[in-house]
């Protein structure tokens, strides 16, 4: 018989441990215990649980004109952002939210970039950008957190292939009415961690962005929940396999 001593086992379980989380993010990866799909490939799913977005620039009118398309890379369906309301990359258009909205959460979504120079966007709390930008390896780049994180553009699988977000996100902490602490999020990138715990300044991209974008130049954060938003930038930019985990973060911290 085999006899482990304790640093041994410990040392099994814990690489267990670390192997079933990690198996937890990265592209296919599937909805968490108590997690909700948001989006499964079916129109009928888009129509319940998304709308547009209505912001200052809205120019589109329900029902929702982005397309459920064949996946080009599976057997399944994705819908493409490529709203004819956003043509010429007018974010704001045509942007859709999901109707639920949010404080903290941990969630999955996963793009497809058809040709060079796909652009497109993930938002949290319908605030805070993930950017979805072909080509782009600075500051607002590819899976950068807009203006605050350098692009981790070394993960990116590339155009023609599916890409993944796994992100933890803590919404920003209010006391008396005044913010006393900052959002803060975590991203995997294709189950690659290129984020940890960073917390986020401002909205960016001015009213059409964004919830806050207009207030104080998008530094007057506020604490209204928000959805998790997808924009149209007139590009064909796929997206499936979106869930999300409504979460309780006690503590800043958002690592996992």
Partial sequence: MRIYSITSLFFVLSIGFISQVQAQVGVGTKPLKDAEVYFDGSEKMLHEKWTYWKGPRLAASLPIKWK????PAGNGTAMNSNDPS???GKY????????KEFRDFRA???????KAGGNSGVYL???YEIQVLDGDTTSHGMAALIN?????YHAYNGVGKWNSYDIVFRAARFKDGKLVEKPMATLYFNGKKVHTNHSISQVWGGPNSGI???????????DKPGGLKLQAEG?????????IKELDLKEPNTDF
Avoid at 92 to 99: N, Q, R, Y
């Fill in 68 to 71: 459920v398309v064949k996946d």
């Fill in 108 to 114: 999955h979504v996963e793009f497809y970039i058809t």
């Fill in 148 to 152: 605050e994180t350098p692009s981790p």
């Fill in 235 to 243: 590009h064909d930019v796929l997206y499936r396999n979106i869930w």
């Fill in 92 to 99: 704001g258009a045509a942007d859709i939210v999901t109707k």
């Fill in 212 to 222: 806050d974008g207009g207030n104080d130049g998008g530094k007057g954060i506020t």
């Fill in 86 to 88: 956003a043509a010429g």
């Fill in 125 to 127: 709390q319908n605030r």
